[in-house]
């Protein structure tokens, strides 16, 4: 699922909400945001174990950050990185209390460019920060499991793949002959 349809689905879910509902609602994605930026990454005895870009267990301290956050080396690919280099939102520089006053707006399901007048940022900024708190609320949402005993009904959608773009001066390789305008798919898959 895209971002689009989980905007969607969230859209459609929020309408129905009540005033206290809705309330509640802001708390979650603020302590979704809390779990996945701040709460977690700043004020705690964490210690890094892997490199998040390379996965390399080389690792070792090099100094602080201006805020007084540890900083590391990998000793695999030779970048530095602070706790919050691995989470979603751990790279935004933005105080905490902007992105709590955008989780009201996101939740209030406000346009672009109310987020961005209320939060005081620009448009483009507002843009990112939506994406980066849906990439949130999708990382820390439940997974779907079947366990024993539950009944479970799946149906089967089938989608053309498509292969867009001028190939022919890259290395990519089509896995199937392309198919040009008004010409249809007679297979499934």
Known sequence: MNAEDLVLNFKKGMANLSKTERRRAIES??????????????????????????GSAAVVKKGKSKNGEQRYLCRGCGRTFGMGSERILGTSKLPKETWMAYAECFVLMLPLRECARRCRVCLKTAYTMRHRLIECLSAYSPSFRVERGCGCELDETYFPESFRGNHAKGSFTMPRPSRHRGKQVHRRG
């Not at 779990?35 to 390379?54: H, K, M, T």
């Open 29 to 54: 994605v603020r302590d979704v945001i809390r779990a996945a930026a701040f709460d977690d990454a700043a004020g705690s005895a964490y210690e890094i174990e892997r490199c998040p870009r390379c």
